[in-house]
């Protein structure tokens, strides 16, 4: 007895349709299935006899193709089938061929799936109106999602060129929209347009996320059973031809097209939408173009995903920054709740809210638009006894419990992020009501009809019969809550993990262990410094004997003697300057107010005779007092004013101007000069040891004096800062007012 394979639906849902085991095939394709170990024919599509000569189709079963060459030949003899066992060595992988069975060419594929092999056929069509040009595979020279999208339309239209192709991406409820189009001109637009999630059901999804290129040639075409001896379902969710459900069939009809052809878009492993192209008369597309369409979508889609993966870095790097700048605000502060008032703008801003509370215990504090003190009150206690997550989201807070708790437009969405449950303290943010529509493309509610299968009655959803414009008006509900503004939460709650007082002592045995480390640096950078100094002075009083032994005709050898010198001399000053650094963080402080006039005369006078030419000017102008250590004061002048005579010195008309104003609680000293100037592209490293700008070798230096600056500076509670152009370079020293 032979067995058709036909499955009838006896449910309501659409979810619930066996889609993937129909029982037919679409009549362009025709099907073999033999058994994957003992390769005897198990069942096959009705209209194999339409191009194979069989006599009796019932005497296929449990044979193999070889024992009819009169009828397979062409199949036996391609070089598929010749490797059989090779080609189907893993489950669902397609392998392609191509065959003349009689005086026509067809597409042969194969694949194994569940304990079959399935050969299919189709005939080779050629495409007289396919462009392919070179710039097809442009899509990662785009940037802008809406661009890419147009231009897989684009591109996609020179292969298979429906009357309407559109990107229908997939929201997270399962619905989805119409974000790409490409159509005939008379055409109506579907640009926009919103799908329920029933229209593409979670079986459809899943089927499109394992079997990635659809095709339904005629839907008024009749089908093609499926025969077997056996009663056993055969999936066909990998076979091209696998015949449509009723009632999709159905709702292709009711929408005015008679094909229609679907790609997914997959990004990241998950079904991100689909391409889906619609013609309103009967077109199959040949099986290499459907094939060639398929990588285009996936050149597209790879492209999306990278450029999408660039935004999100940009996007992460700009959130660490201003976490980063928040993080300084919050260290100012010994209790997190101080750290917390003081941010709350920032706070606000950081996940995209409307409004933010802080609360903490009894007290709150808000920031920019937010329910009253009275109402917040209730979303706490609500909070308190109907979550437990440490983070709740909701951006239909106002539908959901908008009468329960008396909430206004300001509290639609919320995110609380709840930091000490046991101390009631946490962090609500607030989104207003977002006057939102979204136009269905039909009205989108299910109805439930009667249709008839094979005599028998059965109630199952019916597809719409109207496309037309359905606007709803969506109230209660935000903005959506998306992942940058999670992640934005995210960043604060690890913010004030890492910085909150809880965290205090933890945190003050690292930065003691720290502080003990850098003291033993600075302590080996002292002894270092210092101990050299005996064998330096050793080496330099030898080398002058050994010069002054010397006969007058030893002129090359005085000279690499006189460059050792001055290579000690080099050393000499280098270690006195790191024994300088050292000290500007080890030695006592005393703050007192110093008078800075005759001690800036005294080291401009000297710079003048060290590093000038008697062209150079130093002017003086106010000098008031600081607040500082006598020392450490001089030893800044001494390095600011030093290099400002010295790399101004090789000008035509060299010129230093020293000024100090009072400024608030502050003293603004300003060391300028008309010197060298320093490269744009090396100003990040001006404060680093041993850091000498390119343009400043051709002066003596070894690049500590401003690292000693910068040291000493923020010791005394000051600060150094620079303006530089090509017109010479400007040091800002503040101090503190006496």
Known sequence: MIVRLTRYMNFVECHEEPIHIPGYIQSFGYLIGIDA?????????????????????DSLFGKE???????????????????????????????????????????????????????????????????????????????????????????????????????????????????????NDEMESFLGLHYPESDIPKQARQLYLRKRKRIF???HSDTVPLLSKSEEHIDLTFAASRGMSPIHGQYLKNSGASS??????????????????????????????????????ALAANAYSSF????????????????????????????????????????????????????????IVTEGVTPSVAVINTIIQWASENTTDQIYVNRSFLKNHGEELGL???????????????????????????????????????????????????????????????????????KRWNSRNISAVHAIRDLILETSHKNYNAVKRLNDELKKVNEELDSFSYTISHDLGTP????????????????????????????????????????QDVLQLSRAKHSDIQLEAMKTEMTIRKISENA???????????????????????????????????????????REHPKVEIEGTENGENVMYRISDNGIGIPEEEKHKMFKIFNRMDNAKKFKGNGVGLSIVHRIMKRIGGNVDYESNKEGTSFILTFKKP
């Open 217 to 219: 040639s005629n839907v």
């Open 37 to 57: 170990e003992s390769h005897s024919i198990t069942f096959f599509s009705r209209n194999i006899t339409d191009i194979f000569k069989i006599e009796r189709v």
């Open 408 to 478: 206004s437009e300001n509290a639609a969405g919320i995110i609380i992020y709840f930091i000490e449950r046991d101390k009631n303290e946490m962090l609500i943010w607030f989104r207003k009501e977002f006057d939102e529509h979204i136009d269905w493309a039909g009205n989108p509610e299910k109805k439930i009809e009667v249709f008839s299968y094979n005599g028998e009655e059965k109630q199952i959803i019916s597809p719409r019969t109207s496309f037309r414009i359905f606007t709803e008006n969506i109230k209660g509900h935000s």
């Open 260 to 297: 229609s052809f679907s790609i997914s878009i997959i990004i990241d492993d998950h079904l991100w939408g689909l391409v889906t192209c619609q013609n309103t008369e009967p077109k199959h597309i040949d099986l290499e173009d459907r094939v060639q369409a398929g990588i285009f979508t």
């Open 536 to 575: 330096l002075t050793v080496m330099k009083l030898n080398a002058q004997m050994l010069l002054g032994n010397l006969t007058d005709s030893s002129e090359k050898s005085k000279h690499k003697i006189n460059t050792i010198i001055e290579e000690i001399d080099n050393m000499a000053e280098m270690m």
């Open 308 to 363: 999408k993966s660039k935004s999100e870095l940009n996007y992460r790097l700009e959130l660490n920054e201003r976490v980063s700048q928040l993080k300084i605000k919050f260290l100012k502060h010994h209790y997190l709740s101080d750290s917390l008032i003081e941010s709350k703008a920032e706070i606000k801003d950081l996940p995209e809210a409307d409004g933010v509370a802080i609360v903490s215990d009894e007290h």
């Open 608 to 650: 003048k005779l060290t590093y000038g030419n008697p062209e150079s000017e130093v002017v003086i102008r106010e000098c008031p007092d600081v607040l500082a250590d006598k020392t450490m004061l001089h030893q800044v002048f001494l390095n600011i004013i030093n290099n400002a005579v010295k790399y101004s010195s090789h």
């Open 65 to 183: 193709l070889t024992d009819f060459p009169e009828s397979f030949q062409q199949i036996i003899d391609s070089d598929i089938y010749v490797s059989l066992d090779r080609f189907t060595r893993r489950e669902n992988e397609t392998y392609f061929d191509k065959i003349f069975i009689g005086d026509k060419e067809y597409h042969f594929s194969v694949f194994k799936s569940g304990g079959f092999i399935f050969l299919e056929f189709e005939e080779v069509l050629i495409n007289p109106d396919k462009r392919i040009s070179n710039k097809y595979d442009n899509f990662y020279g785009i940037d802008n999602a809406q661009e890419l999208w147009n231009h897989l339309l684009e591109t996609l239209a020179k292969v298979v060129n429906y009357d309407r192709m559109m990107i229908y991406k997939f929201m997270m409820d399962g619905s989805g929209k119409v974000i790409a189009e490409k159509k």
